[in-house]
């Protein structure tokens, strides 16, 4: 089945600072990639997706990258605010099953 | 509020005991799924629905786990004779049909088994 890895598993940057994470998958047939923030108590909120027919997509100060060939897609992060200071998720899906990486604790520092 | 909404929110039982959590979806989605989710780790699928047809089920879904969705709108997730291995947070999501549509969790079940 589907293996998702994601690094790093912790990342402290400082305040207007760029963040970046990635995954890597292992089945090529995986064709929707999402990214999820989830916040101490909360369940995980979807941030961005992007489709495996699409390289890249950004919304405002995020944006998704894929390469299909090495099965890899990162999550950037830019003009960081300490309210993004949380544990991120990458997700590959083939028909509905979603594997999750293991996360990304970000801390943004002031 | 309309998203996707979980009770109870948090629930503390003995071993051996049964539990049931419920799972209230966003009303429109028909595909309703649920994940565990242990301390440290990203979700873990257990099983999804499509309207009321359980579509596929975990290896991780042990025959002491049943989950329904009888009339294709809230589901349940009944685990009996708890252990404490099955100490965690339980999610529910839902969305469009489809394998690209994005799923909308809620803030979870978390399960503690004294």
């Known amino acids: 089945g589907e293996n998702v890895e994601q690094h790093p598993s912790t990342l402290s940057v400082q305040e207007g600072d760029s963040a970046v994470i990635k995954c890597t998958y292992s089945?090529?047939?995986?064709?929707?990639f999402p990214w999820y923030k989830q916040e101490l108590g909360k369940g995980p909120q979807l941030i961005i997706d992007?489709?495996?027919?699409?390289g890249e997509k950004k919304d405002q100060r995020i944006a998704v990258t894929l390469n299909k060939t090495a099965k890899h897609f990162s999550l950037h992060i830019t003009e960081t605010q300490p309210e993004d200071s949380a544990v991120y998720f990458c997700?590959?899906?083939?028909?509905?099953?979603?594997?999750f990486g293991a996360g990304t604790r970000l801390t943004v520092k002031p | 509020d309309t998203g996707v909404s979980q009770d109870p929110r948090h629930k503390i039982t003995k071993r051996g005991q049964n539990v049931t959590f419920r799972c209230d979806p966003i009303?429109?989605?028909?595909?309703l799924y649920w994940y565990r989710q242990t301390l440290g780790q990203g979700p873990e699928f257990l099983t999804y629905?499509?309207?009321?047809?359980?579509?596929?089920k975990s290896r991780l879904l042990s025959d002491r786990f049943s989950a329904e969705r009888p009339k294709g709108s809230f589901s349940t997730l009944e685990i009996q004779r708890t252990e404490q291995g099955d100490s965690a947070m339980y999610l529910c999501?839902?969305?469009?049909?489809?394998?690209?549509?994005?799923?909308?969790f809620g803030d979870g079940t978390r399960l503690s088994i004294l």
């Open positions: 009303s429109e989605h028909n595909r």
């Open positions: 999501a839902s969305s469009w049909d489809g394998a690209d549509q994005p799923q909308h």
């Open positions: 089945d090529s047939a995986s064709n929707y």
């Open positions: 992007i489709r495996s027919n699409v």
């Open positions: 629905f499509q309207n009321e047809a359980q579509l596929e």
């Open positions: 997700a590959a899906s083939i028909v509905g099953d979603m594997r």
